[in-house]
């Protein structure tokens, strides 16, 4: 399995702070862009790197940095948009392209209503965002779009997956990495992870 689950104690601690049941929109807004922080160091540990020459303070000096085009992020609307700053904090250059999918209540399949994507997809890497990873079916259907755009090198970025996901999304795209900060129990009867965050979207833009 293509799962990377990322161990550390603040991950955990704050992860742990946005399972109470009292959490604040505030609150959970703010944990939601500090455990992306965190867990975008992790996700691009492997980022390959190339020497260059540079001038410093003392003359010419080999330094490193990232090979190839820059990276795009990819939120997915609207519970990715929440993991989005926290990134950019990281990765200020990152390009953004935002996909807009709404699960069906009934189905729980993905409906997609928006779709904004930058140029030279086939170029770049991509890392997907999204807080929640439960069917896998937006997941799946975020991947299937870039790699219909030329993208070959793609991460997937969630705080909370569910087996019954991740199982989807390694069927679907065994090359896709998926990083999480937790690897729950199952899906209950209307498709919400369990013990899961609930309706990560709506505690983010406080609706409902
Ligand atoms: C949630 C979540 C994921 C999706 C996960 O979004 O943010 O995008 O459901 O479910 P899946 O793995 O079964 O596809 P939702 O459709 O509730 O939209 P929202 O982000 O606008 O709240
Ligand atoms: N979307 C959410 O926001 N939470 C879940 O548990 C499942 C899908």
């Known amino acids: 399995m293509n799962l990377h689950i990322i161990k550390h104690p603040l991950v955990a601690h704050k992860l742990t702070l946005m399972r109470e049941a009292d959490c604040s929109t505030g609150k959970f807004r703010t944990l939601t862009k500090e455990l992306s922080r965190l867990m975008a160091y992790e996700a691009t540990r492997d980022f390959e790197t190339e020497h260059c020459d540079i001038n410093g303070w003392c003359g010419h000096i080999n330094g490193e940095r990232i090979k190839g085009k820059t990276l795009t992020v990819v939120p997915i609307l609207r519970a990715g948009l929440g993991m989005l700053d926290g ?78 996901g991740v199982q989807t999304v390694h069927q679907a795209h065994p090359d896709v990495p998926v990083f999480t900060a937790a690897l729950d129990s199952h899906l209950n009867e209307n498709g919400y992870i369990i013990p899961g965050l609930g309706d990560a979207g709506d505690k983010i833009f406080g609706t409902k």
């Open 87 to 164: 990134v950019l904090d990281l990765i200020p250059t990152a390009k953004i392209s935002v996909v807009g999918l709404q699960r069906d209540e009934e189905t729980l399949q993905p409906v997609s209503y928006f779709e904004k994507l930058v140029d030279k997809m086939d170029e770049r890497p991509a890392l997907i965002l999204d807080p929640m990873l439960a069917t896998g079916g937006s997941m799946v259907a975020t991947i299937d779009l870039l790699k219909a755009k030329g993208c070959r090198n793609i991460k997937a970025l969630v705080l909370v997956a569910a087996p019954e």
